[in-house]
C-alpha cells in the first residue's frame, strides 16, 4: 500500500492508503520526491471537473514531479534504479501519424497524470509512488534539486510555446496573465533575445512579482491609457504577444495590441465554450494566430536551459508544504495574488 491524496469531489481531498501501482514490462516505478500544484489541479479540487473532463470516479491528482526511480519493468534498459527523473506527464501513443512526425502533443490517444481526460481517470503524482512509461522519464543533473526538478514540466509547456513562434531574437514581446505559465514565457523570452519583454494583468501584486522577475515593463488591461502606452514604447504594437491568461478579453485585446504581420501564440486555455475573434483584423493586418498545446519533445532542452544557467527556476517556488498538508497546498495555490508556484514535498 502506498499514501495518496485521493480527490473524491468538489473540495474533497483525502490522503488516504491506495493499492501502490504494480510494475509492468517498459514502465518505471517512481518514488515521489517533489510534486506542483498545477492550474488543473485547481480546476478539479474547485468544482470536481475540469473543461469538459468529468471525472467518473475518485482519483489522484498531480503532474508536475521529481522523484527517484524505485524499480524498471522488464525491457528497460534507459534507466537505472536510484535516478533521479522529471517527467513528461502526457503518455502518447507513439503510433500515430503526429507521434512519428514529431508532434506527440497532438496525439488522440494520449494518457495524461493526474487527468480526467481518459475514463476512468488516470491517477497522478500527489502519492508516494507512480507509475510511467519509461520513455517519459528525463534523467536531472545531480546539481539539480527536487523543487526545479518538478518546475521543468511548466517550464517545457512556456519553452514549447516559445519555440511555436517566429524568433523572439529581437522582437517586442507581450504576455497577457503573469501566472506561473505567463512568467515562465517572460523569462524564456528575455532568454532568447527579446528587446522588449512586457507582461499584461489585472492583478497589481502579480504585475509587482512580473517586474521582480526582470520584465521591462507591465500593463493593466483595464487602463484608459493602455493603447498609448502601448504605442509609445512599441509604435505599432507588439510583434509576438503570447496569451497565457486564458481569459475571453485578454484574447480580444491581444488582435489590437499586436502590430501588422504580429504573431498571437494561445497558450491559456479558454474553456468549451467558442469565442468571437475578429477575422477581418486577421485578415487586413495579416495577424498570425498560433495555438500551443502543452509540449513536444522540449524536456531535455528544458534540463539545459536551467541546468546551464540561462533561466533561474528558483524565484518561481513561493510556497512547499508537506504531503500531510496537500489540502492546505491546494488552499495556498488558489491565492494567486501571493504565490506562484506551490509544491507539496512527497
Request: proline residues 6%; hydrophobic residues 45%.
Amino acid at each position: 500500500m502506498m499514501k495518496a491524496a485521493v480527490l473524491h469531489g468538489a473540495r474533497d481531498l483525502r490522503v488516504e492508503d491506495r493499492q501502490q501501482p504494480e510494475l509492468q514490462p517498459g514502465m518505471v516505478l517512481l518514488r515521489n520526491r517533489r510534486v506542483g500544484v498545477c492550474g488543473s489541479d485547481l480546476h478539479y479540487f474547485e468544482h470536481g471537473y475540469c473543461a469538459s473532463f468529468i471525472p467518473d470516479r475518485p482519483f489522484i491528482l498531480g503532474h508536475e514531479l521529481s522523484a527517484v526511480v524505485a524499480a524498471v519493468g522488464s525491457g528497460v534498459t534507459t534507466l537505472q534504479v536510484g535516478q533521479r527523473v522529471t517527467v513528461n506527464p502526457a503518455r502518447s501513443c507513439l503510433a500515430c501519424a503526429f507521434c512519428k512526425s514529431g508532434h506527440p502533443n497532438l496525439c488522440r490517444n494520449i494518457i495524461m497524470l493526474g487527468s480526467a481526460s481518459t475514463t476512468p481517470p488516470t491517477d497522478g503524482a500527489f502519492a508516494e509512488l507512480t507509475l510511467v512509461r519509461a520513455d517519459q522519464c528525463h534523467v536531472l543533473p545531480e546539481s539539480m534539486d527536487d523543487g526545479i526538478g518538478a518546475m521543468i514540466e511548466p517550464f517545457a509547456v512556456a519553452l514549447h510555446a516559445v519555440k511555436r513562434a517566429p524568433s523572439v531574437s529581437g522582437k517586442r514581446v507581450l504576455i497577457t496573465g503573469s501566472g506561473t505559465i505567463g512568467l515562465l514565457v517572460a523569462v524564456i523570452a528575455r532568454a532568447f533575445g527579446a528587446v522588449l519583454v512586457a507582461v499584461s494583468d489585472v492583478v497589481q501584486e502579480r504585475r509587482k512579482k512580473a517586474l521582480e522577475l526582470g520584465v521591462d515593463d507591465t500593463l493593466d488591461p483595464t487602463s484608459p491609457n493602455l493603447a498609448q502606452h502601448v504605442q509609445e514604447i512599441t509604435g505599432l504594437g507588439f510583434d509576438v504577444i503570447f496569451e497565457a491568461s486564458g481569459a475571453p478579453p485578454a484574447l480580444r485585446q491581444a488582435f489590437d495590441l499586436v502590430a501588422p504581420g504580429g504573431t498571437i501564440v494561445q497558450i491559456g486555455t479558454l474553456g468549451s465554450a467558442d469565442i468571437p475573434l475578429p477575422a477581418n483584423l486577421v485578415m487586413n493586418r495579416e495577424i498570425h494566430f498560433i495555438g500551443s498545446m502543452r509540449y513536444a519533445d522540449v524536456f531535455d532542452e528544458a534540463i539545459a536551459l536551467v541546468h546551464s544557467g540561462r533561466v533561474n527556476l528558483k524565484p518561481f517556488i513561493s510556497h512547499v508544504l508537506p504531503f500531510s498538508a496537500s489540502t492546505e497546498a491546494i488552499h495556498t495555490a488558489a491565492d494567486k495574488s501571493n504565490c506562484l508556484k506551490v509544491q507539496i514535498e512527497i
